[in-house]
């Protein structure tokens, strides 16, 4: 008998032992997968250009827009980029004229479809099929509402900056519109467009593959011209006198 208890007094101390183990090994685990959201959220801290939290595909909107600005389909976008660069070669090196390159068109295809048209008379077979172009009424409306909205969010942010609230959104864009008139004055209306477009077509490609790369220096970069800003406020900014608006938010 005390053989057969202690046995049972080996059996019961194995099971205690086996269940401390067990509730030690699943408080591990779940301490470990506490410390997993703390490091995705430092991950998540991580510094990105202009404060975005989302990928730059859907920076750019996703779908179409970003596939071809991100050349995701590189036939789009090697073709997008081949038609401008062709216009910008006809109207900027060789010095045409939109409505002469219009009415040269027309003329051409006029001209190829009349004498198709006539020729088949002749050949026996069936004129060409020219397909009824239209104009649809959905897309063009909504290209005038997107149009009107962003127009009457551009009318509102510049009401807000002429009101006097904000110096620093005033001074920003003083200055994006005094560099923006420099390089006006330093090629026409068609090459910034060109320009533009030739960036967006590269910018954000080389960003997005070598983002882990520039964002660092981005940092540093804002680091130091929120400091040469502060102390441009200090020195500057705050001796200016306050305007009638900034009294009225005051009190």
Known sequence: MAEHEEKHEESLMEK???????????SSSSDS??????????????????????????????????????WRDKKVSAGALGVVTVIWVLFELLEYYLLTLVCHLLILALAILFLWSNATTFINKSPPRIPEVQIPK????????????????????????????????????????????????????????????????????????????VDPFAEKAMHEIKKQYAVFDAKVLSKIPRGPLKEKKKD
């Open 138 to 213: 959905e897309p063009v409306l909504e290209f005038a509402q997107a149009l009107r909205f962003e127009i009457n969010q551009a009318f509102a942010v510049l009401r807000d900056i002429a009101s006097g609230r904000d110096l620093k959104k005033f001074l920003s864009v003083i200055a994006g519109l005094w560099v923006l008139s420099i390089v006006g004055s330093w090629c026409n209306f068609l090459t910034l467009f060109y320009i533009v477009f030739v960036l967006l077509h590269t910018v954000p490609v080389v960003y997005e593959k070598y983002e882990d790369k």
């Open 33 to 70: 997968d506490d410390d997993k959201p703390s490091e995705s959220s430092t991950k998540a801290k991580v510094f990105r250009l202009f404060g975005r939290e989302r990928p730059v595909y859907h920076v750019f909107g996703g779908g179409k827009p970003a596939d071809i600005f991100l």
């Open 16 to 26: 205690l032992a086996e269940k401390i183990h067990r509730h030690d090994s699943s």
